[in-house]
Each structure stands twice: as structure tokens, then as C-alpha cells.
């Protein structure tokens, strides 16, 4: 049961990361499930939502839900049991790169022009 149960949810982000988007009628059924979850199970069904849609789910889902990117950030925590640290890697908009590592690149790219 449960086998089959994950298969399914598989086959279903597969198909959402392919659209990146949901119909708006969707929307407004996800938004008025949302509404009717205490803050607890609001969290989660927002962090489910977003890890389902990959990269940019956590700003799409709180723009659906209506709520903040944190609470969509800390329920994907709590419903993937990773860190918020690697949530976000996998729900932001793009991987952030630091200073440091963007003047190691602009050197490594000037070593190989040279």
C-alpha cells in the first residue's frame, strides 16, 4: 500500500516539475485546503508542495498559499527531515554563490584565458 502510494506521489512531481506551474483552478483548491489546516499542517503541506517543484517552489508556493517563504522553507524541513540549509538548496530560486567563491571563478577564468 504504501509502495504503491510513493510511486504514485513520484509520478505526480515528476509531472508537476515538468509544468513548474498549476492550472489556476488548482491554485485556488491548494489555497482553500491550506485554509482549513491548523499552522502545523499549513507548514508542512507547504513544504511537501514546494519540494515537489524543485528549484523556485518555495516562492511559487508562498505565492499560492499566501504565506511566507520561511514557513514554506521550515515545513520542507520538517517533512523531508534535511536541514534548512540543504531545503533551500533544493527549493530556492538559484543556488546563492558567496564572494569568495565568485572571485575564485573570475581567477580561475583569467588563469585560462592567459
Known amino acids: 500500500m504504501i509502495e504503491v502510494r510513493l510511486?504514485?506521489?513520484k509520478k505526480q512531481m515528476r509531472e508537476v516539475r515538468?509544468?513548474?506551474?498549476?492550472r489556476p483552478e488548482i491554485e485556488k483548491q491548494m489555497k482553500k485546503f491550506y485554509e482549513s489546516l491548523n499552522e502545523k499542517d499549513r507548514r508542512r503541506y507547504a513544504g511537501l508542495?514546494?519540494?515537489?517543484?524543485g528549484h523556485g517552489g518555495?516562492?511559487?508556493?508562498a505565492k499560492v498559499l499566501g504565506c511566507s517563504r520561511n514557513t514554506v522553507?521550515?515545513?520542507?524541513?520538517?517533512?523531508?527531515?534535511?536541514?534548512?540549509?540543504?531545503?533551500e538548496g533544493q527549493?530556492?530560486?538559484?543556488?546563492?554563490?558567496?564572494k569568495q567563491s565568485k572571485k575564485?571563478?573570475?581567477?580561475?577564468?583569467?588563469r585560462r584565458r592567459s
Open 7 to 9: 510511486s504514485f506521489i
Open 91 to 98: 527549493i530556492d530560486q538559484k543556488p546563492k554563490k558567496n
Open 49 to 53: 508542495e514546494a519540494l515537489k517543484m
Open 18 to 22: 515538468q509544468k513548474q506551474r498549476y
Open 104 to 110: 575564485k571563478e573570475a581567477d580561475t577564468d583569467k
Open 58 to 61: 518555495r516562492s511559487y508556493i
Open 73 to 87: 522553507r521550515q515545513g520542507a524541513s520538517e517533512v523531508s527531515d534535511l536541514s534548512q540549509k540543504e531545503v
